[in-house]
């Protein structure tokens, strides 16, 4: 029986594996996806992250694959404003979980694929937990970082509380624009309230693209297409002979503010987006998913280690559930700042970052 079951590869289970393993604690990693992805998603370190990473040996690596921006914003067409950001480091989501990957397979660890929960039992010795497949794995604790839509915390019965804001939502993709500069962060913003963002991916040709969607005419949103993409480019961005091409994750994200009401049920534990979502403004989900890894590392490995005053179990969420509390309401603050900043030309999205 492996002593803790960690459900989710994403970075808070990988931070969370390599963080047990260096403590001799032995874990298996599942996840329901058939193998690695290359989405950016999550793509900046901020010093507390950075600190885990730190922490766990790795800052070289990140910092070898990672960079610094500079966030440049344009009006109405206009070129209008660049901040250099400090101590916050992009890089894409997946080149954060592969170096966490390498180093988990470095300590003796893998993730296995093709394995999503479905069922979870509980006894005063172990848990169980239950794969679509059939199968089923035993293990002392188990912790459910599987994201946003948990399927662990549902299990659990864990009510996750807050609102869903139907009306704030935004297309992502990843895309290639081989004739844009790649020194900054591009973020068009236009007086109609229109807004694309183009992020670099470092060591790719990719950018991020983060936009505002098209209204349909009843004024619901259309789906992202990569011919949206680029007419939301030419309207907003207004950079002739630029062309977007070789879309992948074509996605619509609506802004979600809520938190888990316990990240904990007997020995089953609920850390990052599985336990608290929330507005990207900040650039803090990934960031504090991080931090519940390391918080929720410490506490197993001490007691699971034996160590000598090992704080109770219930540290964790002690510890962890006001921090999800406040970085909701941060986030909330900061999302308000940006969206007042981007609406006049000399403020931007950096007013959330600062
Ligand atoms: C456009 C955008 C920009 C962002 N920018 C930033 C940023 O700059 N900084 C930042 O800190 N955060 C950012 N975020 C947020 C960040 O992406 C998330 O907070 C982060 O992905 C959460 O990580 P996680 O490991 O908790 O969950 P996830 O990354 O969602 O990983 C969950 C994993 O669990 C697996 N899984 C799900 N269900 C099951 C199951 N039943 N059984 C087995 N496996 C399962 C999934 O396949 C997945 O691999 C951004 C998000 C978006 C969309």
Same mark, same amino acid.
């Given at each position: 029986m492996g002593d803790v079951l960690i459900v989710g590869s994403g970075p808070t289970g990988l931070t969370l594996a390599c963080d047990l393993a260096r403590r001799g604690v032995p874990v298996r990693v599942v996840d329901r996806r058939a193998g690695p992805h290359r989405e950016s998603r999550g793509k900046s370190l901020n010093r507390d992250g950075m600190g885990a990473m730190a922490e766990l040996g790795l800052s070289e690596r990140i910092s070898g694959v990672g960079r610094e921006l500079v966030l440049r914003k344009y009006f109405d067409g206009a070129h209008v404003n660049d901040t250099r950001l400090k101590d916050v480091l992009f890089l894409g989501q997946w080149q954060i979980e592969e170096v966490l990957r390498e180093h988990l397979a470095s300590l003796g660890g893998r993730v296995e694929y093709d394995a999503r929960v479905t069922g979870i039992d509980q006894d005063p010795e172990g848990v169980t937990a239950h794969l679509a497949d059939g199968r089923s794995i035993r293990a002392g604790y188990l912790a459910?970082?599987?994201?946003? &839509?948990?399927a662990v915390r549902g299990l659990l019965g864990i009510p996750f509380e807050g609102t869903t804001k139907e009306a704030e939502t935004m297309v992502l993709g990843d895309v290639r624009a081989p004739d844009l500069s790649r020194d900054v962060w591009h973020q068009w913003f236009t007086s109609d309230g229109g807004a694309v963002m183009l992020c670099p991916i470092p060591g790719t040709p990719v950018f991020q693209l983060q936009a505002s969607p098209e209204q349909q005419a009843d004024g619901t949103p259309l789906p992202p297409s990569p011919e949206g993409f680029q007419r939301l480019f030419d309207r907003h961005?207004?950079?002739?002979?630029i062309r977007l091409t070789g879309a992948t994750w074509l996605s619509a994200w609506r802004v979600n503010v809520r938190m888990a009401a316990?990240? &904990?049920e007997g020995r089953a534990f609920l850390a990052g987006d599985a336990a608290h979502v929330h507005s990207v403004a900040g650039g803090l989900g990934m960031n504090t998913g991080i931090q519940d890894a390391m918080a929720l590392g410490r506490v197993l490995g001490a007691a699971l280690g034996g160590e000598a005053g090992a704080r109770p179990l219930d540290a964790y969420e002690a510890e962890r559930l006001p921090e999800a509390a406040r970085v909701l309401a941060d986030t909330s603050a900061r999302h308000r700042r940006v969206v007042a900043a981007v609406?006049?030309?000399?403020?931007?999205?950096e007013v959330g970052l600062l």
């Open positions: 459910g970082c599987d994201g946003g &839509r948990s961005a207004r950079m002739a002979g316990r990240m &904990r609406r006049e030309p000399g403020r931007g999205t």
